[in-house]
């Protein structure tokens, strides 16, 4: 199951659990509006994929309290304090984000959300908080972990929830949720103040205490994320193609140039012309044939591989093909045509296509995790600045009198994934994404109506 949410600006946040499975695909379809005029020429591949596309791979457990046990095995001696950092950030690293997906999924609820799921959500996370603050550890080496964790999650939560109060619907529900929202938010602002975390230096301006807290997230991201290196793949290929058709030319060109000189005699203004010709026109289908020959020979091949390296051991825990470019509608899959509901070759669409193919090696894992979080960031600013600015008006008659409203114009671009894990049948889903030029509107997964059991083939 793959998740999406609005990030900030103009970003998506693709999201997914790779489970036991050694082996895993997946392919996004972005199908843009026809009158965006987009093509290759305005936004390249290479650009589009190294601008557009950031991936991150994570631990993660379905047992939430095991970075937990680790931790207090550390405390007593019995892990190093290497493995105290590793499981405490992974505990906290799940707890931040499962707060963030709680959140983002009451906000956007369409009825707004009850006051049993925010008393339920409150529950969790003073329930998770206590037992990650029952046992100090007194070693200072271990306490500076723990200080920066507890610092961050302390805040985050108050963060978190006080956008949940920012984003509640004034209903009958309203102000008990508030109350109950704000207490604990209160609950958590003195425990850093009592804990002494931050100087009221740092706490008097906004900008400070939001750059030390985007810190230390990073911090305790950066022992749970696993290290990557990307290739570019068909360097080799690429030189000697070109080698080669420099090759054929030049040997044609000489060849050329022999029957001119063989036919005209001696050197003449006319043999210094043909020849001038014969190298202009070297010089146009050199290129022009090595792009023709390089498209063909990598069609449909990986254009990146995506090294996986754990942080703590700097073993290869696994590889990652990558794919990206621009699709016609007509040579799509039945699967992904009706997931999108839609005659795509009357919509004229211009279709974006990411693919990856994974396998990774769970017995090098961190001892204890079996599964990682794949997040895909699709960031669509380079799209936005295809859009137009500005405005139109719509006139509405209303009790006999005529309003003009200003509307923004908005454009509708359709997400498509489909993921296959291991042998199981394709799983696909499609998400609705409302875009102005100045921002994301609104995203809408659409349900499918049966799930697609075609080829699994990428």
Known sequence: MISVERKDGFSLKISRILREATEHQLDIYVFVPKELDLNTKVVPEEEFYHSAIHVQRTYFSDRPYLPLIHSRLARRGELSSEQYRLSLSLYAYQYAIGLEHSCHVLRNEKDGASQESIEELIALAQDILRRLRRTVPNDQTLRKYYVNIDNYLSWSTEQRLLSLV??????????????????????????????QYNSSHTTEALSRISNKMRLLRRLIEYPVTLKEKTQELGGGEEKMLKAGVTAVVMTTMSLAVFEVRETLGSISLLVILLLALLYALREIFKDDLRNTLWRWLRKGRPKWRRQYFDVHSNQLVGRQLEWFDYRRPTKLKEEILAARHASVTQKEEVVMHYGSHSRMLPTRFLSGYEQTRETLQLDLSLLAKLMEKGSHHVYQLKEGQVARHPVEKRYLINLVTREIQGQKPPHIQRWKVVMSRSKIVEIEEIPQKKSTTSDSTA
Request: hydrophobic share 30%; aromatic share 4%.
């Open 166 to 195: 920012a984003h509640l619907p004034r209903g009958k529900e309203y102000k008990t949720a508030k109350t109950l929202l704000l207490e604990v938010c209160e609950v958590e602002h003195q425990h850093r103040v009592t804990q």
